[in-house]
């Protein structure tokens, strides 16, 4: 389950510090058999803020919970009014560098699979296959009455069509997709049903308070178990729906590395944590790797 947001986690004194040594990840992944994690911070290069960072949403923002959705119109209509504003940045967003390298690490065989946290779709667009999505996608919507899945981009065509001239000005973009609005600037907008039963629309995403599906678990669940070790990219692993894979991994004797710039919950169980900005630690260890990033050797670092 995501947790609510308000229950967010402070670093203690007593967790190992970070380090700028990135050769445990290249011994890694001349391994093979790296199950990579990936959180926030991996699309924060591609123009999408994170949660928790230096600088991060939460700082500012509280994502819409999935009891507040459900329960409440002037909620929903809160949330589609920021989501669709949100949408028209957040799905020009491109893959970064680091996305660029978890995908050709996994064209070279290097990795078991990969997990992500993140509902933006970057891995894919940098190529990688077979990414498990633990919170969904923002591509995707789903009726809560009918269960029918339909495009995200079909949604936005419909809601431009209901609010001809809607154009406020966004405060900025939260890690969701999410514009931050005032309550004057979404009042009039106007939100569309279910195409197939008149049913309330949500984006195919879990949201704060709502539990992840349990057979997705049990898939991530399975991949920890077949890996030989679990890379894990940009995430504070502050809320259980990703910490508990790293638990997994650590439990079952399994190297857990991590790369991130601040401390994470996760750092008590791992060999180490690279204190390094993703796009540039992972086009590094691609470089030592003699991997081929973007179609050109990564320079070694």
């Known amino acids: 389950m995501r947790m609510r947001p308000t229950l967010s986690w ?11 040594d990135l050769e445990p990840v290249v011994e890694a992944l001349s391994t093979g058999g790296v199950l990579v994690l990936s959180g926030a911070g991996i699309s924060t290069e591609s123009g999408i803020p ?23 119109a002037q909620a929903r209509r809160r949330y589609w009014a920021r989501s669709h504003l949100g949408w028209r940045t957040f799905g ?30 970057l891995h894919q667009a940098a190529g990688s296959e077979g990414v498990v999505e633990l919170h969904g996608s923002l591509a995707r919507v789903v009726c809560l009455s ?11 065509r419909r809601l431009e069509e209901a609010n001809v001239g809607f154009e406020p000005v966004a405060a900025g973009i939260n890690p969701d997709g999410d ?3 005032t309550d004057d600037q979404v009042r009039d907008f ?3 049903p ?29 991949l920890v178990s077949e ?18 894979f790293v638990r997994q991994a650590a439990g079952a004797g399994k190297p857990v590395l991590i790369v991130n710039r601040d401390a994470t919950r996760g750092d008590r169980y791992a060999l180490t944590r690279v204190a390094l900005p993703l796009g540039t630690a992972l086009t590094t260890v691609a470089g030592r790797l003699d991997i081929p990033v973007d179609g050109q050797t990564a320079q070694a670092g």
């Open 190 to 192: 106007h939100v569309v």
């Open 146 to 156: 009918c269960g029918t899945l339909s495009p995200r981009r079909e949604l936005a």
């Open 92 to 121: 020009r967003a491109r893959p970064n560098a680091g996305h660029r390298a978890v995908a050709a690490f996994e064209g070279h065989g290097l990795l078991s699979g990969a997990i992500t946290q993140n509902v933006d779709g």
């Open 50 to 72: 994170d949660y928790r960072g230096e600088g991060g949403s939460l700082s500012r923002h509280t994502p819409m919970t999935y009891q507040d959705f459900t329960a409440d």
């Open 227 to 244: 890996a030989a070790s679990l890379l894990v990219l940009g995430s504070s692993l502050t809320v259980m729906s990703g910490l508990r």
């Open 194 to 222: 279910c195409t197939v039963c008149g049913g309330v629309l949500k984006p195919d995403v879990v949201f704060f308070g709502e539990a992840v599906p349990p057979s997705r678990v049990a898939q991530c669940r399975a």
């Open 179 to 181: 514009a931050d609005l």
């Open 10 to 20: 402070t670093p203690t004194e007593d967790l190992p510090p970070g380090t700028t």
